[in-house]
């Protein structure tokens, strides 16, 4: 008889239902320790270390999310992004060795989800990729329980059941992060959020070491929906503005 096995995050994994991961690494070291502690946590584990091995990968296995490295061989990790998102929307988690503010926005821009910098904990770099897999699925259920009509605060419209942004009635591209980011500032409208507070709420993440992750989140969003639009409080937080009533 089979067991449901539970990770060491404390996840229930039942058989038959294990997710995908791709893990896209050109250091052996790194790969191993990557691929050793997903499995562990009851993943499905396949590796690449070149650009053009992940594109081919990812085409062939369908992963349900890539750990992505920056730096590759062949070409990079913003190339693989790209293209792999062009064939299909998967969550991605990316690795920078750079704690460059600058690679962050445009790994962003490409569509990756999230970002952490080396070196990193193991443990964390789980934590995120489980939280990366349940906004996928939170994303699936909204689709299929759509709330009624659509926000709008001036000029910005969100839709919840299409997962759709609009200002000035054209359509705003944003990430599943950016998206869940946006929801959870529209909220509470002018309400200050800390970093804390979204850190928790967007990716389920309790720990104040992420805050920077946030920052980048909000930089990008900026730029697609128009930077007067969130407001920054100094030392404390974010609040999306609205037009007065």
Same mark, same amino acid.
Request: charged share 25%; proline share 5%; hydrophobic share 45%.
């Given at each position: ?15 038959? /239902?294990? %997710? ?15 691929? +050793? ?10 590796? +690449? ?11 062939? &296995? ?5 750990? $992505? ?18 064939? %299909? ?28 910098? =080396?070196?990193?904990?193991? %443990? ?50 944003? /990430?599943? /992060?950016?998206?869940?980011? $946006? ?15 979204? $850190?928790?709420?967007? &990716?389920? &993440? ?12 909000? =930089?990008?969003?900026?730029? =697609?929906?128009?930077?007067? %639009? ?11 503005? /609205?037009? +007065?009533?």
């Amino acid at each position: 008889m089979e067991q449901t096995h539970t990770s060491q995050t404390g996840t229930a994994v039942a058989p038959g /239902t294990q %997710r995908r991961v791709l893990v896209v690494e050109d250091d052996t070291t790194i790969v191993e320790a990557i691929s +050793a502690r997903l499995r562990a946590e009851g993943f499905l584990v396949q590796t +690449a270390t070149d650009g053009p091995a992940a594109v081919d990968a990812a085409e062939a &296995w369908q992963p349900d999310l890539m750990v $992505l490295d920056v730096m590759l061989p062949g070409f990079d990790g913003l190339e693989v992004c790209r293209r792999v998102q062009a064939q %299909r929307p998967v969550p991605v988690l990316m690795l920078t060795a750079r704690d460059d503010e600058t690679d962050m926005l445009v790994g962003l821009g490409v569509g990756a989800d999230d970002y952490m910098t =080396k070196p990193f904990s193991m %443990r964390e770099l789980a934590a995120r990729v489980h939280v990366l897999l349940r906004r996928v699925e939170r994303a699936a259920l909204a689709a299929v329980t759509p709330r009624s009509g659509i926000l709008r605060l001036g000029e910005l419209e969100i839709d919840h059941a299409q997962r759709r942004v609009r200002v000035r009635s054209e359509d705003v591209h944003l /990430t599943p /992060t950016e998206f869940d980011l $946006l929801v959870c500032l529209a909220n509470t409208p002018r309400a200050v959020l800390s970093r804390e507070q979204l $850190l928790a709420e967007v &990716w389920d &993440w309790a720990d104040a070491s992420g805050t920077r992750t946030v920052d980048s989140h909000i =930089k990008a969003l900026r730029r =697609k929906i128009g930077a007067e %639009r969130i407001r920054t409080v100094h030392g404390v937080g974010y609040a999306l503005e /609205t037009p +007065a009533p």
